[in-house]
C-alpha cells in the first residue's frame, strides 16, 4: 500500500489540507482507458501518390462501394457511397506492388462530403487496429536518360537501322525498322525540332523532316517527296543550305527506304535559259566521265564538268556535245557514290583485286555501303561527319579512277 493510501486510512490527530487529500485521492484513482491510436499521428499520403495502389476494398458487410482519399500506417480518409457513422467496424483490403493486406479499421469521425446522382457520398476518418508497412513513398531510381545525340547523328542510326527494300540484310530482321516505323522516328525527331527556340539549325532540320512527312505518312511517289525536300531546301539562305546539305542527303536516303524506288534517274526539268557548260564552272573545265549510282540501285551514266562535293547538286551530260535540253541536274542527296571511270564498258571480265599494294597515297580505309558492297582503297578527306568522301580503289588497274562516297548510304568505315 502507498503512502498516499495510507495516509487516507488512518484517522488524522490533525486536519489534513485539501490540497494534500486531493493529490492522494488522484494518485490512487483508476486510469482512464487509452483514447484509440490517432492516424493523424502518422505521416499521411494521398490516394493519386500512391503509385504501387491497385485496388481498395470493403469487407465486413458494409455493401458500400469506397474511394481511398489519403492513407497512412495507422489509419486511413475514405469516401463511401452511403451512411457511415462513428464506431462502425470494418475491414479495408488494400492490393498493390508491394502489398497485399486485409486490416480492420474503425470509424472514428464522418460527415457528408457531397451530393452527386441522387447519392450521398459520406467521408470517413478511420484508425487500424496495428500499424501497417507501407511501401517507400520513395520514387524508384531512373537511370540518367543518355543526352540527345543530335539529328544528323540520329538520321546516321536510322539509316542504319533502316531495311533496304529488295536487298538482303545483312543485320538479323528483327533489328531492322520497316518503313512504318522509320517514319515514326521522323515524327518524334521533327517534333523535337520544332519544340527547340535556341538553335535555329535544329530548327531548319526539323523542318526539312516536316516537309517530307506528308508524303511519306502517304505513301506518296518517291518523286514527290523528293521535290518536296528540294523545294525546301532552296528556300533557306545559302549559307543553312550548305550546312543542311548533310541533312537532306541523308533524308533522301531514308525516303529510298520508305518509298518504291524509281525505277530510272529522274531528269529535273531544264530551264530555257540554262545553257551548257554551267555558268558556274569555266567554259575550259574538262568533262570526266562517270557512273552515277543511286541509293535505290539505278545507275546513269554520262560526263560532268561542274561536280564538286560542297554542291547540293551538279549536271550530268549524255554526250559531250549534247543538246542544253538533254542536260540532266543529279541531286547529290539520291545517290551512293560517283565513279569516275576510264570508260563506260570497262571489263566484264576482270576481277578487282580485294587487296592493299604498298605504298599509295592517304589513309587506308574499308568502306561497307548500306547494300553490302564493299569498297577497298585510300582517302585523303575523310571526314565523319562530312556528306561524302573520295576513295582512290586500291586495286590500280581497275576501271574506277577514283569514286566518291555519299556518307548518307555508308553502312560502316574502317581503317585496316
Request: with cysteine; net charge positive; glycine share 6%.
Amino acid at each position: 500500500m502507498s503512502p498516499a493510501e495510507l495516509l487516507l486510512l488512518e484517522a488524522p490527530e490533525q486536519p489534513v489540507p485539501f490540497s494534500v487529500r486531493l493529490a492522494a485521492r488522484r494518485a490512487i484513482a483508476p486510469h482512464p482507458p487509452e483514447r484509440p491510436r490517432d492516424r493523424r499521428a502518422h505521416s499521411r499520403r494521398r490516394a493519386e501518390d500512391l503509385e504501387w495502389l491497385q485496388s481498395v476494398r470493403l469487407t465486413g458487410g458494409s455493401g458500400l462501394g469506397v474511394t481511398l482519399v489519403d492513407l497512412s500506417e495507422g489509419g486511413a480518409l475514405i469516401e463511401v457511397d452511403g451512411p457511415l457513422r462513428p464506431g462502425l467496424k470494418l475491414t479495408l483490403e488494400l492490393s498493390g506492388h508491394g502489398l497485399d493486406t486485409a486490416v480492420p479499421l474503425e470509424v472514428l469521425r464522418s460527415y457528408i462530403a457531397s451530393l452527386r446522382g441522387g447519392l450521398t457520398y459520406y467521408r470517413g476518418a478511420c484508425a487500424f487496429a496495428h500499424l501497417i508497412d507501407l511501401p517507400s513513398a520513395e520514387p524508384a531510381a531512373v537511370a540518367p536518360r543518355a543526352p540527345f545525340v543530335g539529328t544528323n547523328a540520329a538520321l546516321t542510326l536510322l539509316l542504319e537501322r533502316a531495311a533496304t527494300p529488295g536487298v538482303s540484310p545483312a543485320e538479323p530482321s528483327g533489328l531492322l525498322l520497316d518503313p512504318r516505323q522509320v517514319v515514326t522516328v521522323l515524327e518524334s525527331l521533327h517534333a523535337r525540332g520544332a519544340a527547340s527556340q535556341l538553335d535555329p539549325v535544329g530548327r531548319n532540320m526539323s523542318e526539312l523532316i516536316g516537309a517530307i512527312l506528308p508524303a511519306l505518312q502517304r505513301g506518296v511517289s518517291r518523286r514527290d517527296a523528293v521535290a518536296a525536300l528540294d523545294c525546301r531546301l532552296k528556300r533557306l539562305p545559302r549559307d543553312l543550305q550548305q550546312q543542311l546539305l548533310a541533312t537532306s542527303i541523308r533524308l533522301t536516303a531514308l525516303i529510298d527506304r520508305c518509298l518504291p524506288p524509281a525505277r530510272a534517274p529522274e531528269a529535273a526539268p531544264t530551264p530555257a535559259a540554262d545553257l551548257r557548260p554551267s555558268a558556274t564552272v569555266p567554259a575550259d573545265t574538262a568533262f570526266q566521265k562517270i557512273v552515277v549510282r543511286y541509293a535505290d540501285g539505278s545507275l546513269a551514266k554520262g560526263f560532268t564538268q561542274d561536280f564538286h562535293p560542297s554542291r547540293s547538286q551538279f549536271s550530268l551530260w549524255p554526250a559531250i556535245n549534247a543538246r542544253p535540253s538533254e542536260r540532266v541536274l543529279v541531286a547529290l542527296a539520291r545517290l551512293k557514290a560517283i565513279f569516275f571511270v576510264r570508260n563506260f564498258n570497262g571489263n566484264p571480265e576482270y576481277r578487282e583485286r580485294k587487296s592493299f599494294t604498298v605504298g599509295g597515297q592517304g589513309r587506308r580505309i574499308e568502306v561497307t555501303f548500306a547494300d553490302t558492297e564493299v569498297i577497298l582503297g585510300t582517302t585523303l578527306n575523310y571526314r565523319k561527319d562530312a556528306t561524302g568522301f573520295f576513295v582512290i580503289p586500291a586495286d590500280p588497274a581497275t576501271n574506277n579512277t577514283r569514286i566518291f562516297v555519299v556518307a548518307a548510304a555508308v553502312r560502316g568505315v574502317r581503317f585496316p
